[in-house]
């Protein structure tokens, strides 16, 4: 909620004398900005109370007062002057000091945004847990039109209660950080979907998305002994599907099943995956490479496989600086792979490059999770005795791979091909398919 400092007028009138830039030149907000603010504020002659029975009083263009400060009211050159004395005295001090203090320069039309967000929301977005603030800090350049609006669209609960104003000026504001349109007409169209995550765990209740697009992406909240059967839509009665085009703001309610439902069209029951796929599925592990499919025969990435063991582990958020230039910031993987760097679970393929897209191979696999176990502090013994012979292409694994190899296969995590005439194989260089890292992580994690 707004943070303001009770002002009276006669302190205010002398403000009036001073210009909204500052003496030192740092910056600040333009005439833009003090009218977006404005036309979303409202102007009230006289004080009023919000919420109602809060005590809380406000005059103008939402500043705050003392009850009963203005018995006569108060005309809008003066409400205007107070909305600059806030912005003036505190908002703009706060903003500069957080971008000062992460090297971080702004466009006039992002500060106007972001001076906004402040007047509305006070400044706890630059120092709490709002993603706002970390895209902010990490450079807005290093992250999608779609993900600005959502982190956006998020700061807007009054309390524990969402209102549907603050996710419309969310959006605004961030139709002006983006694209420098003031009026919201001029440039991409956003909605929203709230939702009401019935008894589940999300982290959020507000997500925005652009508008005569296909949503791609929908939230799963989760309930301890159900599974996730989608959103039921209120304004329609159907259920949401990522394929749906946004074209209007919506409300939802998630819906539960206590029998697990695979969404993707390419795992069939009977199939030898179903299971593991069912498996990664219901516990989260692996994700489809779409809403629908989950392509069982498609080759696993490094970035694919990291991210899985990233989220085996909780999904951590870390603090180290990542090495490899080809690993941006905001990337679905991104955070993963800087977990794991961190661990020295997976180097990268030069000291600068990580190489997210290259494919990985069984062997590898194998290694990384074998040093994914140690890091577990999981039990890695095994007869060092036996070898495996047993198979006609053990001389092939890599040196580097040979005891994690033996170790995988003595526990039972990853099993070997029998030809027509009987024999045995690992294939240790073939690449791994996606079927077969779920299978392998589910051995995994039942040992």
């Given at each position: 909620m707004k943070k303001f400092v009770t002002v009276f007028l006669i302190a205010v009138?002398?403000?009036?004398?001073?210009?909204?830039?500052?003496?030192?030149?740092?910056?600040?907000?333009?005439?833009?900005?003090?009218?977006?603010?404005?036309?979303?504020?409202?102007?009230?002659?006289?004080?009023?109370?919000?919420?109602?029975?809060?005590?809380?009083?406000?005059?103008?263009?939402?500043?705050?007062?003392?009850?009963?400060?203005?018995p006569e009211g108060i005309t809008q050159a003066d409400a205007e002057a107070l909305l600059k004395n806030y912005l003036d005295s505190t908002a703009v001090t706060e903003l500069n000091s957080f971008l000062s203090a992460n090297s971080v320069t702004l466009s006039?039309?992002?500060?106007?945004?972001?001076?906004?967000?402040?007047?509305?929301?006070?400044?706890?977005?630059?120092?709490?847990?709002?993603?706002?603030?970390?895209?902010?800090?990490?450079?807005?350049?290093?992250?999608?039109?779609?993900?600005?609006v959502d982190a956006m669209g998020v700061i807007s609960h009054q309390g524990s209660s969402i209102v549907e104003g603050l996710i419309n000026r969310r959006i605004r504001e961030a139709q002006i950080l983006l694209y420098g349109d003031y009026t919201g007409q001029n440039c991409p169209q956003y909605s929203w979907l709230v939702v009401d995550r019935n008894g589940g765990?999300?982290?959020?209740?507000?997500?925005?998305?652009?508008?005569?697009?296909?949503?791609?992406?929908?939230?799963?909240?989760?309930?301890?002994g159900m599974y996730f059967a989608g959103w039921?839509?209120?304004?329609?009665?159907?259920?949401?599907?990522?394929?749906?085009?946004?074209?209007?703001?919506?409300?939802?309610?998630?819906?539960?099943?206590?029998?697990?439902?695979?969404?993707?069209?390419?795992?069939?029951?009977?199939?030898?995956?179903?299971?593991?796929?069912?498996?990664?599925?219901?516990q989260r592990l692996?994700?489809?490479?779409?809403?629908?499919?989950?392509?069982?025969?498609?080759?696993?990435?490094?970035?694919?496989?990291?991210?899985?063991?990233?989220?085996?582990?909780?999904?951590?958020?870390?603090?180290?600086?990542?090495?490899?230039?080809?690993?941006?910031d905001g990337e679905w993987y991104s955070e993963a792979?800087?977990?794991?760097?961190?661990?020295?679970?997976?180097?990268?393929?030069?000291a600068t490059s990580f190489d997210p897209k290259g494919y990985v191979t069984r062997e590898q696999m194998v290694a990384i999770l074998y040093k994914y176990a140690v890091m577990q502090g999981k039990n890695v013994d095994f007869d060092e005795?036996?070898?495996?012979?047993?198979?006609?292409?053990?001389?092939?694994?890599?040196?580097?791979?040979?005891?994690?190899?033996?170790?995988?296969?003595?526990?039972?995590?990853?099993?070997?091909y029998t030809d027509q005439q009987g024999v045995k194989t690992i294939k240790p260089q073939n690449t791994a398919t996606r079927a077969q890292v779920a299978q392998i992580i589910k051995n995994y994690t039942m040992t």
């Amino acid at each position: 909620m707004k943070k303001f400092v009770t002002v009276f007028l006669i302190a205010v009138t002398a403000a009036l004398l001073c210009s909204a830039a500052l003496a030192d030149g740092a910056a600040t907000y333009s005439d833009k900005a003090v009218k977006f603010i404005e036309s979303f504020e409202g102007y009230s002659q006289m004080q009023y109370e919000n919420p109602v029975g809060s005590g809380n009083y406000y005059i103008g263009y939402g500043s705050a007062c003392q009850k009963d400060a203005y018995p006569e009211g108060i005309t809008q050159a003066d409400a205007e002057a107070l909305l600059k004395n806030y912005l003036d005295s505190t908002a703009v001090t706060e903003l500069n000091s957080f971008l000062s203090a992460n090297s971080v320069t702004l466009s006039q039309q992002q500060y106007d945004a972001l001076i906004s967000l402040s007047y509305n929301m006070g400044g706890s977005w630059m120092t709490g847990g709002y993603r706002i603030g970390s895209y902010v800090k990490a450079g807005l350049s290093n992250y999608t039109d779609e993900q600005i609006v959502d982190a956006m669209g998020v700061i807007s609960h009054q309390g524990s209660s969402i209102v549907e104003g603050l996710i419309n000026r969310r959006i605004r504001e961030a139709q002006i950080l983006l694209y420098g349109d003031y009026t919201g007409q001029n440039c991409p169209q956003y909605s929203w979907l709230v939702v009401d995550r019935n008894g589940g765990t999300l982290e959020n209740d507000v997500f925005c998305f652009a508008k005569d697009t296909a949503y791609g992406f929908l939230p799963e909240p989760t309930l301890e002994g159900m599974y996730f059967a989608g959103w039921s839509v209120k304004e329609t009665g159907a259920i949401l599907k990522a394929s749906d085009t946004v074209n209007r703001n919506l409300h939802a309610t998630a819906t539960w099943s206590d029998k697990l439902v695979l969404p993707y069209t390419d795992v069939k029951s009977g199939d030898w995956y179903y299971d593991a796929v069912s498996y990664c599925y219901a516990q989260r592990l692996m994700s489809g490479t779409t809403t629908t499919t989950f392509a069982p025969g498609a080759n696993m990435t490094r970035a694919m496989l990291v991210t899985v063991l990233w989220t085996m582990n909780g999904a951590p958020t870390v603090n180290y600086a990542m090495p490899f230039a080809d690993v941006k910031d905001g990337e679905w993987y991104s955070e993963a792979i800087r977990w794991a760097a961190s661990n020295n679970i997976v180097g990268g393929k030069s000291a600068t490059s990580f190489d997210p897209k290259g494919y990985v191979t069984r062997e590898q696999m194998v290694a990384i999770l074998y040093k994914y176990a140690v890091m577990q502090g999981k039990n890695v013994d095994f007869d060092e005795s036996q070898n495996l012979s047993a198979y006609a292409d053990a001389s092939s694994i890599a040196p580097y791979a040979q005891t994690q190899m033996l170790w995988a296969a003595q526990m039972g995590i990853i099993g070997g091909y029998t030809d027509q005439q009987g024999v045995k194989t690992i294939k240790p260089q073939n690449t791994a398919t996606r079927a077969q890292v779920a299978q392998i992580i589910k051995n995994y994690t039942m040992t």
